[in-house]
Nanobody, 123 residues
Framework: QVQLVESGGGLVQAGGSLRLSCAASGSSYAMGWFRQASGKEREFVAAISWRGGSSYYADSVKGRFTISRDNAKNTVYLQMNSLKPEDTAVYYC???????????????????WGQGTQVTVSS
């Protein structure tokens, strides 16, 4: 069982930056970030492979967000730059169940989820 705890959310003005962190209780494999805005479905943001060699992004955040990980600290990060009001959402990190599961943009491929952290971007 892996427990995930997100942190780093908050209120920021458009054009600003935030860095989200996701600390895992133990070793974790491929991980991803998803977000859910009020009244909308959860959507993929970014994902990273187990060793960090591969990363993937939603088109809406490509070039603005960067996912990274520090396996020595069992932590995954999401650096968010040039934030827009449409980035406002609850951000969740997620982890797959095994080393044989790669990074994915589909929520159903992830077994473990954090509780979420609110990001609000004001215009």
């Amino acid at each position: 069982q892996v427990q995930l705890v997100e942190s780093g959310g908050g209120l920021v003005q458009a054009g600003g930056s935030l860095r989200l962190s996701c600390a895992a209780s133990g070793s974790s494999y491929a991980m991803g970030w998803f977000r859910q805005a009020s009244g909308k479905e959860r959507e993929f943001v970014a994902a990273i492979s187990w060793r960090g060699g591969s990363s993937y992004y939603a088109d809406s955040v490509k070039g603005r967000f960067t996912i990274s990980r520090d396996n020595a600290k069992n932590t995954v990060y999401l650096q968010m730059n040039s934030l827009k009001p449409e980035d406002t959402a609850v951000y969740y990190c997620a982890a797959v169940a095994s080393r044989y599961s790669g990074a994915s943009s589909y929520p159903d491929d992830y077994k473990y989820w954090g509780q979420g952290t609110q990001v609000t971007v004001s215009s």
